[in-house]
């Protein structure tokens, strides 16, 4: 099952390699495929090395991604997974699909260690409220954003990525009084949407004060728009990481293929693509490699992040903790 | 002409052979994901609630779309004004435009800094909140008050002319027409337009999340969604999509018992001229209601017009290869669906088993996009390339989505084409292919040609399971503009979204015109 059915029409047009090349099959999230995220740069990067086929597929989001291995299961047609966080890596692992990557991986930057077995991390960012510049007087931790009356746009946990991440930013930051956090914000969260662009779009709309994104999304403004009216609030908690992941699919064909991919992905070839594709921070890049405009970015002293075992085992009751809260 | 004895024709076993596949590719994927689950998983209270929530949304969104249809309809029945086929055709817009798009267009102009809330500001007085129930059936209202217009509307274009000549010659108030030719009309039109508008509203995601301001506003395809992608719970997935089909399934059984075939009887196929006199309060009454629509329907869409239309000539060329590729999928969408409802009418038509086949007609519109997008990768992706079959799939879905929309449009023309004509035809032996040349094509081709745009410009619209089988290179439109907006590109999206607005809209005029050709309306 592994020989991948030769894609017809547009797939196969679109493929310039050699029908007798390898064919690494990658499965990704919808947005790092597209024309402006960090895939065709690395594919172009990739294939100059290792005379093969780096073929992207994307499917949605990062859950909808580990949703479509679910549903192939050992009949899957990828190599490599890239692009779960930290807080899918539990799931991933139950499926028993993903092999060791026996990788040191020691040029990782991230403010954080890293030492999980089968899974790597490529790029990570901090969640944050982002506001425009002349908010007054921004809110510095969760209790004075619930004391407050600013008007907060989130995503929700049970379809997004970043909204399942506030859940934890909340959870980790707080623990058990985390209900009563969500207690506190009701007020605030004018709406809750189904995923980031929704979210995001609102904010800009003008529909809410801030809005759950992350540190280096002001840095998209700075750079690609030269507009510096947005910031985020630095939050005294410290800030939730999303650390995004990838990982060898264990009845791949091409384990050898895979494996060098890994670590390709670890090189500056790849790293020094998704700060201005992906708008996150490369996993494995000293900061004076960053773009010009990463510099201005608020830095959290506090990193926050569950570990995937945690995070899986918390979800359940802090969705049911957020419903509540809302739900009054 | 329920009982009308006329042996089976060629067409109608074609009918009753697509109402079998039809069931067959809406339930085929949900056993699908059964099979794959191996058991049912059992519903929570939050189920419960989101069912609760989902019902009782697309009861009061149906209910005001067609309460504040009738009036639209009626004014634009017996209005003419220079403009009016270009209004008719605009007005048409918000049920085609993508959630999002249609989303922060309402924004513009209901959202905290829209045109509403400053002008109540500039009044002095305090501003709306458009979060909550009232959001979601607002938005829901905006989506489908032109559907339910363009229904009745046909259902008053369809009263013969030679009817009214004869109600001016017999001296009859406003209050006669009213009882003896709108009423009966009404009964048959309202309970299906009713009844798609209730479906299509109870496997709303987005819009009743964004706009119902949280988990309050929980509908059935939210807590599909998670158990698909958070929780791989196929289980709860396959027990919600069969909660949806018996959703559909009581509707469609409760409502159609209510439709009654008007027998309006029929006339020369004239345009329509109105005789009866009208009051001067009935003619402020007409401006009125279609004013208030006008602006209701058309100021959101000017919002995605003046924002889209500075970034057109720098979009991606990746947009533009998009679109093309839209264009011909929704062409294609178009033609398969018509080649699926016609025989259906048909069959509908004549009476035999209507209940159940309208109701198999409208599950595809029951049922979670999301489920029957799952259902089909599992059937499909042993035998071929997800990627490769992106394309079809998303063309099959689509046109299956657009089916119960040509029937609603179809079945109560062909009724009357057949009420009036039906005997004639028989005592002069026509049958099957030149039935439908002769008698019923010439007095269906308004309808077809506005199911059949309305077909094409609902695919272009749909982002639908393209985002479950796409390959890269492959989006579409609506999946173009989506990325775009994933990117932080706002100001790309935005045009994007105009691109896909004009070419929904013309694609729809071309096919509406197309069956409007020689007629004076």
């Known amino acids: 099952m592994k020989t991948p059915i030769i894609a017809s029409g547009f797939a196969l047009l679109a493929s310039t390699a050699m029908a007798q090349d390898s064919v690494l099959i990658v499965y990704t999230y919808d947005s790092f495929v597209s024309d402006w995220g960090p895939g065709p740069q690395i594919e172009a990067a990739f294939e100059e090395t290792c005379a093969c086929d780096l073929q992207f597929v994307g499917a949605g989001d990062g859950a909808a991604l580990l949703a479509r291995l679910f549903l192939e299961g050992a009949q899957t047609g990828a190599d490599v997974v890239l692009g779960l966080d930290t807080n899918l890596i539990a799931s991933a692992r139950a499926m028993d699909l993903i092999a060791p990557h026996g990788i040191a991986a020691e040029t990782l930057t991230m403010p954080i260690s890293w030492d999980d077995p089968q899974f790597l991390p490529y790029d990570w960012g901090y969640f944050a409220f982002v506001h425009g510049t002349d908010l007054e007087n921004p809110p510095s931790n969760f209790r004075d954003l619930a004391d407050g009356d600013l008007r907060i746009v989130i995503q929700d946990p049970r379809s997004s990525t970043p909204g399942l991440g506030l859940l934890m930013w909340v959870q980790s930051a707080y623990g058990d009084e985390a209900a009563s956090i969500w207690e506190g914000l009701a007020d605030n969260i004018v709406t809750v949407t189904p995923g980031w662009s929704e979210a995001y779009g609102l904010y800009l709309e003008g529909e809410a004060d801030m809005v759950l994104s992350y540190t280096t999304s002001p840095a998209y403004h700075l750079i690609a728009e030269e507009d510096d009216s947005h910031t985020v609030a630095a939050f005294e908690e410290g800030h939730y990481m999303q650390v995004e992941v990838a990982g060898i699919v264990n009845i791949s064909n091409e384990m050898e293929l895979a494996r060098q991919f890994m670590e390709f992905m670890l090189t500056p070839a790849f790293q020094e693509v998704i700060p201005t594709t992906n708008w996150m921070y490369p996993a494995a890049l000293p900061a004076e490699n960053l773009p010009a405009g990463f510099e201005t970015l608020i830095m959290p002293e506090t990193p926050l992040l569950l570990s995937p075992e945690d995070a899986q085992a918390v979800r359940v009751q802090a969705l049911d903790e957020w419903q509540a809260a809302l739900s009054q | ?521």
Do not use: K
């Not at chain 2, 959630?99 to 500039?122: C, D, K, P, Q, W």
């Not at chain 2, 030679?162 to 406003?174: S, V």
């Not at chain 2, 995605?304 to 290869?321: A, K, N, Y």
């Open chain 2, 1 to 521: 002409m329920a009982s009308r004895a006329q042996p089976i024709s060629a067409v109608q076993r074609a009918g009753a052979a697509i109402a079998a596949l039809v069931l067959l590719a809406v339930l085929g994927p949900l056993a699908a994901v059964l099979w794959r689950a191996e058991s049912l998983t059992g519903l929570g209270p939050a189920d419960i609630a989101a069912i609760r929530f989902t019902i009782w949304q697309a009861f009061l969104s149906a209910a005001f779309s067609i309460v504040l249809a009738i009036p639209v309809a009626r004014a634009l029945a017996r209005r003419s004004f220079p403009g009016r086929a270009a209004l008719i055709a605009l007005m048409g817009a918000p049920f085609i435009l993508p959630v999002i798009v249609a989303v922060l267009g309402l924004i513009t102009i209901f959202g905290r800094r829209g045109v509403l809330n400053e002008g109540l500001a500039a009044l002095g007085l305090s501003g709306l909140e458009i979060y909550g129930l009232h959001g979601v059936v607002l938005a829901h209202v905006f989506f489908n008050l032109p559907l339910a217009v363009r229904l009745f509307l046909q259902g008053w274009l369809a009263i013969p002319a030679e009817r009214f000549r004869l109600a001016a010659t017999l001296g009859f108030t406003p209050r006669d027409i009213a009882r003896h030719m709108e009423r009966p009309m009404l009964r048959q039109v309202a309970p299906g337009a009713f009844l798609v508008i209730f479906l299509i509203c109870t496997t709303s995601f987005a819009v009743a999340l964004i706009l119902g301001g949280g988990p309050r506003a929980t509908t059935v395809e939210l807590a599909i969604y998670q158990a698909f992608r958070y929780e791989f719970d196929l289980g709860r997935a396959a027990m919600l999509g069969l909660v949806q089909v018996g959703i559909c399934v009581v509707a469609g059984l409760l409502v159609l018992r209510v439709a009654v075939p008007a027998a309006m009887g029929t006339g020369l196929d004239r345009p329509m001229e109105r005789f009866d006199r009208q009051t001067t309060l009935q003619r402020a009454g007409d401006w009125l209601a279609i004013t208030l629509a006008a602006v209701f329907l058309l100021m959101p869409l000017l919002a995605v017009l003046l924002r889209g239309v500075g970034g057109i000539l720098t979009l991606p060329g990746s947009v533009w290869v998009a679109a093309e590729r839209s264009v011909l999928l929704s062409l294609a969408t178009a033609a398969l669906a018509v080649a699926l409802a016609l025989p259906m009418a048909l069959l509908i038509a004549r009476g035999r088993a209507r209940g159940l086949l309208e109701t198999i007609g409208a599950l595809s519109i029951a049922v979670s996009p999301l489920v029957i997008g799952t259902g089909l990768f599992l059937i499909l992706r042993p035998y071929v390339n997800p990627a490769s079959s992106a394309l079809p799939v998303t063309g099959l879905v689509n046109a299956l989505a657009a089916l119960p929309f040509l029937l609603r449009a179809l079945v109560p023309a062909i009724e009357a084409a057949e009420a009036g004509y039906g005997p004639l035809a028989d005592s002069l032996g026509l049958s099957g292919g030149q039935r439908l040349r002769h008698v019923l094509l010439p007095r269906i081709r308004r309808p077809l040609g506005f199911g059949a745009g309305l077909a094409a410009a609902m695919s272009m619209g749909d982002l639908g399971v393209i985002t479950l089988f796409a390959a890269p290179q492959a989006g579409t439109l609506p999946l173009e503009m989506f990325r775009l907006m994933g990117a932080y590109r706002t100001d790309d999206a935005e045009a994007a979204a105009l691109v896909l607005l004009v070419l929904s809209l013309l694609l729809f005029w071309i096919f509406d015109r197309g069956g409007r050709a020689n007629a004076a309306t």
